[in-house]
Nanobody
């Protein structure tokens, strides 16, 4: 059974930083690209960032480019999202997800490119 567990969310002032973590189990983590998505209240889930299986290729939504950094540690089965210069528009529940395809290097930005999801972690940004 594949499980993804996020942590690191919380309340931060605008301009501050948070680091999200997502630890996977039940699958050979190093074979799969990983993504971060977010969903604000009343809005659809949207793509934030994606990293390929070995960490050599990353991709970001325009709204977070230059402020967020995705990384992974395959020895720890964990993917990270470092979020800097947070704004109230970044407030949402953040989800990590594992891609359906092994060894993929595509820009998988769609929800249906992923088959396993974490439970989400809340990020709140005060102005």
């Amino acid at each position: 059974q594949v499980q993804l567990v996020e942590s690191g969310g919380g309340l931060v002032q605008a301009g501050g930083s948070l680091r999200l973590s997502c630890t996977a189990s039940g699958r050979i983590f190093s074979r799969y690209g990983m993504g971060w998505f977010r969903q604000a209240s009343g809005k659809e889930r949207e793509f934030v960032s994606r990293i390929n299986w070995n960490g050599s290729i990353t991709y970001y939504a325009d709204s977070v480019k230059g402020r967020f950094t995705i990384s992974r540690d395959n020895a720890k089965d964990t993917v990270y999202l470092q979020m800097n210069k947070l704004t109230p528009e970044d407030a949402a529940v953040y989800y990590c997800a594992s891609e359906i395809q092994e060894w993929g290097d595509n820009r998988n930005t769609r929800v249906h490119d992923y088959d396993y999801w974490g439970q989400g972690t809340q990020v709140t940004v005060s102005s």
